[in-house]
């Protein structure tokens, strides 16, 4: 099997979002939030899902602002892992 080029990595979805969670081991949620404009009335609705993240240091603390990829499986629910943490609690 050849390697993955980093073309083939960027098609990788990627979110930024906040750490709701971390008391799990080696794992962290996520809450991302987007802001789209109801089909019918245009009014702005914010819309939050959670995202179960791989921590593998545990070294994410609950208020970090943190920027996610899409990756292969991991688990039952984790589906992503950490890029960068742009941002920590304060």
């Known amino acids: 099997m050849a390697e993955a080029t980093t ?4 098609d990788r ?11 799990m081991d080696k794992t962290a ?3 991302v939030t987007t ?3 109801h089909p019918k009335y245009r009014k702005t609705v914010a ?6 993240v ?14 996610v990829a899409e ?3 991991l688990s039952k629910l984790k589906r ?11």
Not at 47 to 52: A, I, P, Q, R
């Open 47 to 52: 819309k939050s899902t959670k995202l179960y």
């Open 7 to 10: 073309e083939e990595r960027n």
């Open 29 to 31: 949620v996520v809450t």
């Open 54 to 67: 791989h921590d593998e240091e545990n070294t994410l603390r609950v208020g970090d602002r943190v920027r």
């Open 71 to 73: 990756t292969r499986p």
């Open 80 to 90: 992503w892992r950490i890029v960068e943490i742009l941002e920590r609690a304060k």
């Open 13 to 23: 979805k990627s979110r930024e979002g906040l750490v709701t969670s971390s008391g």
């Open 35 to 37: 802001r789209k404009p």
